[in-house]
């Protein structure tokens, strides 16, 4: 590395989906200098890769990004369309400072960025869909196998025997399209669905999460705390019938999956499991605790107070993932201004 060639900021932004965005826009407010490095290709985060067949009347919430609402959108378009063109026109609003396509490949101590930027702070929005979760299962499928992340609509399992694993938003998306297309759809889950018509307490989920996160565990999935609660792509999925799902199987077999000794004949399993935070290039930071996770006190991380994880565990959401930018910015201009580390 040559002293030189390395730009200095306060903050690197490390991803630029709505928590990214958010995190970029306060911390501007709090008058500090900052670069967003984002590995996607043009703007949108992750919502450039979801299903084509994700129209915007299906969509679980988006909540205006910080400083510019929303506009009036067709509930008929794409959110694949749709969200990254706000996405953008917000970028091109704010003349916000994205370099991309960067994906950042370490943070080492001294807060240095692939040799290439050196920050006072890190603000980490990486997010999620780049870690699709697969769960263990033994045997072997010889069918075709894919997760949630690379779902793109119904008309490629038309005629075919499909297995859904997965007990959240993600796999009655997937069941609300793809019966009475494919020949059969089964829905399997390691627990009993938690329907709740009425809706969930977002303090609840909130507080509980972050208990997680503030003992230094993972985070656990948003569904496990929230139940699934009647979108409008549960009430479709309802009225297929896929409510009527089975455990979770013990193996796999060559031409489909078994209960011990029980086989379902299937030709495609598709893994709507999850994902988990994309983290790895802080590791040589050392953040982690002996129980997996990493301890948080809001965005801001124990072990490192001067590195902020937004859009992780309990703001991992629209509307958490503006808070946690406004908080994080607010947090590290108090810091930094004092020169405080702890």
């Given at each position: 590395?040559?002293?030189?060639?390395?730009?200095?900021?306060?903050?690197?932004?490390?991803?630029?989906?709505?928590?990214?965005?958010?995190?970029?826009?306060?911390?501007?407010?709090?008058?500090?200098?900052?670069?967003?490095?984002?590995?996607?290709?043009?703007?949108?985060?992750?919502?450039?890769?979801?299903?084509?067949?994700?129209?915007?009347?299906?969509?679980?919430?988006?909540f205006d990004l910080p400083g510019m609402r929303k506009p009036e959108i067709d509930p008929a378009?794409?959110?694949?369309?749709?969200?990254?063109?706000?996405?953008?026109?917000?970028?091109?609003?704010?003349?916000?400072?994205?370099?991309?396509?960067?994906?950042?490949?370490?943070?080492?101590?001294?807060?240095?960025?692939?040799?290439?930027?050196?920050?006072?702070?890190?603000?980490?929005?990486?997010?999620?869909?780049?870690?699709?979760?697969?769960?263990?299962?033994?045997?072997?499928?010889?069918?075709?196998?894919?997760?949630?992340?690379?779902?793109?609509?119904?008309?490629?399992?038309?005629?075919?025997?499909?297995?859904?694993?997965?007990?959240?938003?993600?796999?009655?998306?997937?069941?609300?399209?793809?019966?009475?297309?494919?020949?059969?759809?089964?829905?399997?889950?390691?627990?009993?669905?938690?329907?709740?018509?009425?809706?969930?307490?977002?303090?609840?989920?909130?507080?509980?999460?972050?208990?997680?996160?503030?003992?230094?565990?993972?985070?656990?999935?948003?569904?496990?705390?929230?139940?699934?609660?009647?979108?409008?792509?549960?009430?479709?999925?309802?009225?297929?019938?896929?409510?009527?799902?089975?455990?979770?199987?013990?193996?796999?077999?060559?031409?489909?999956?078994?209960?011990?000794?029980?086989?379902?004949?299937?030709?495609?399993?598709?893994?709507?499991?999850?994902?988990?935070?994309?983290?790895?290039?802080?590791?040589?930071?050392?953040?982690?605790?002996?129980?997996?996770?990493?301890?948080?006190?809001?965005?801001?991380?124990?072990?490192?107070?001067?590195?902020?994880?937004?859009?992780?565990?309990?703001?991992?959401?629209?509307?958490?993932?503006?808070?946690?930018?406004?908080?994080?910015?607010?947090?590290?201009?108090?810091?930094?201004?004092?020169?405080?580390?702890?």
């Amino acid at each position: 590395m040559v002293e030189s060639d390395v730009m200095d900021v306060d903050v690197v932004v490390i991803g630029a989906g709505q928590a990214g965005l958010s995190a970029s826009y306060f911390l501007r407010r709090f008058g500090l200098s900052q670069v967003i490095l984002d590995a996607e290709e043009s703007p949108g985060g992750a919502w450039r890769h979801r299903s084509p067949t994700l129209t915007m009347d299906r969509v679980h919430g988006i909540f205006d990004l910080p400083g510019m609402r929303k506009p009036e959108i067709d509930p008929a378009r794409a959110a694949a369309e749709a969200v990254p063109e706000y996405f953008a026109s917000y970028e091109a609003e704010m003349g916000l400072n994205i370099v991309r396509p960067h994906k950042v490949g370490n943070v080492r101590p001294g807060f240095v960025v692939d040799d290439k930027w050196r920050a006072r702070a890190i603000v980490n929005a990486s997010g999620t869909w780049t870690r699709p979760h697969w769960p263990y299962y033994p045997g072997r499928f010889e069918g075709r196998q894919l997760h949630y992340a690379s779902y793109r609509g119904p008309g490629e399992f038309a005629g075919l025997n499909v297995v859904v694993v997965g007990g959240g938003h993600s796999a009655m998306h997937v069941l609300s399209e793809i019966v009475g297309v494919s020949a059969s759809a089964v829905w399997v889950t390691r627990r009993e669905p938690d329907f709740r018509p009425e809706g969930f307490d977002g303090r609840e989920v909130v507080a509980l999460v972050d208990e997680r996160v503030r003992a230094g565990l993972p985070p656990q999935s948003v569904v496990s705390v929230t139940g699934l609660t009647y979108t409008p792509v549960v009430k479709k999925a309802l009225e297929t019938g896929v409510s009527r799902r089975r455990p979770m199987f013990t193996h796999l077999v060559p031409d489909g999956v078994s209960w011990d000794g029980e086989v379902l004949p299937a030709d495609v399993i598709i893994w709507a499991t999850g994902f988990r935070a994309d983290l790895r290039h802080l590791a040589p930071l050392k953040l982690r605790e002996p129980g997996g996770g990493i301890r948080m006190d809001g965005t801001r991380v124990v072990a490192n107070p001067l590195v902020h994880l937004v859009g992780y565990g309990p703001s991992a959401s629209t509307v958490g993932a503006n808070r946690a930018g406004r908080d994080a910015a607010r947090d590290l201009a108090r810091r930094l201004s004092s020169g405080k580390a702890a």
